[in-house]
Each structure stands twice: as C-alpha cells, then as structure tokens.
C-alpha cells in the first residue's frame, strides 16, 4: 500500500517558473525524504527532513513538513529545463523499517 | 566509486524461464533494498537486507527470492517468471550510520516475460 500520495501527478511549467509538489501521507514518520527520477535512470535522493523539522533548503529546492496535516511540499525555484523529471515523497513510519514510496509528480519544465 | 551497480541492464525471458539480477554497492553500507517500479505505483519492496546475513520481506516478495552474498552484494532471483514480472528492477542501499538514511539507487532492470 502506498503510503505518500503526491499531488499533482503532472506539471507543466515554464523555465524560470516555480513548481510546487505536496505529499501527503497516513501514519506517523520519522522522516520524509524526497527523491528524482529522470526517464528511464535510477532515483537520486534530494533531501530529507526530520519529523521534529518544519522546513529545510537545499539550494534551489524548499521542502516544508506539516506533521499535524501529515504532508510535506517541495518546491523548486526558478526551474530549468534539467529539472524535467519525476519527483517522489517517500516516508519512513515511526517504528517501522522501510521507506515507502509515493506514485511520484511528472514535472516538465519547458523553454 | 561506481555507487550501485545493476546487471543486465535489459533482459526478456519467457514465461517459466529463470534468471538472477545482480547487484553491488561499493559505499560500504549495511543495508541493501529491491524494489520494482510499475506505470503508476511508484517504487514497491520486494526484499531487504538489513545487514550482511540477514534479508527481510518487503511488499511484493512471492515469485522472488534474495541472497545478500556479502556485503557488497545483494542479488535478486526469479524462479519461474511470470507476465506478472515484468517490470523495472531498482537495487538500492544504505546506511553507514543508521536505517533511516537515504537511499542511493542503481540504474535499473529492464525486464519482459513473454
């Protein structure tokens, strides 16, 4: 079962525009991570944050978690066309041992 | 560093036939993860290995069976494959200091049963 949902599934933006992703999951975590993918390549992990975290940066990524709504955003300023791909939350529950995947948000980013 | 390494990069294999995908990390961590990835369902477990000698079921593991030959290495077996099967393989590790570090992803398995 999944449990991170991202919403949209699909973005289209243009170069220089800011593209916002949110997550949203069920249980409890003890942390958040979000990770992308580009077409047909392994995932690369982007960043994470900590259940008693509320925002962290990572140059142009922001990623804010709102554990009393259970969902995080990620946003990414003044995108380029190399951040065409697809973005996944992903969620470690708090007392469990494995990191679960959300179905990903398809980001296109054109000139 | 290679970081984490998969092979066959691509493979077909008829319904019945059996095949092993192949995976090493060379970042010394503990623990190593199979995943699949499927037309919108994101990335689902099939297997992990928590440390050298010890593997876990993830939640798809039927039709799979694991070794984590050392370290390095965590492979990935098909028995009898199925249509069912056909998918993209992800190996992943982590963790050098604890489970809930990030997870550093191989390029993938490309595999059809016919």
């Known amino acids: 079962s999944q449990q991170g949902e991202e919403d949209p599934q699909a973005l289209s933006i243009q170069e220089g525009e800011n593209a916002t992703m949110n997550c949203s999951y069920k249980?409890?975590?003890?942390?958040l991570q979000w990770y992308r993918q580009n077409s047909g390549r392994g995932l690369v992990h982007l960043i994470l944050i900590r259940s008693n975290e509320r925002e962290k940066h990572s140059g142009r990524l922001r990623v804010t978690l709102d554990t009393s709504k259970k969902s995080s955003s990620l946003l990414i300023t003044a995108s380029r066309a190399a951040d065409t791909a697809s973005y996944f939350c992903a969620t470690f529950p708090g007392g469990g041992n494995k990191l679960t995947f959300g179905t990903g948000t398809q980001l296109k980013v054109e000139l | 560093n290679a970081g984490v390494t998969q092979t066959p990069k691509f493979q077909v294999l008829k319904t019945g036939q059996s095949m092993t995908l192949q995976c090493a990390q060379d970042?010394?961590?503990?623990?190593m993860y199979w995943y699949r990835q499927d037309p919108g369902m994101g990335l689902r477990l099939i297997y992990y290995s928590a440390s050298e000698g010890t593997t876990d079921k993830g939640e798809v593991p039927n039709g799979y069976n694991v070794s984590r030959l050392n370290k390095r290495e965590f492979s990935l077996r098909l028995e009898s494959a199925a249509p069912s099967q056909t998918s993209v393989y992800f190996c992943a590790s982590s963790g050098t200091s604890g489970r809930f570090d990030e997870q550093f992803f191989g390029p993938g398995t490309r595999l059809t049963v016919l």
């Open positions: 970042m010394n961590h503990n623990s």
């Open positions: 249980t409890s975590i003890n942390n």
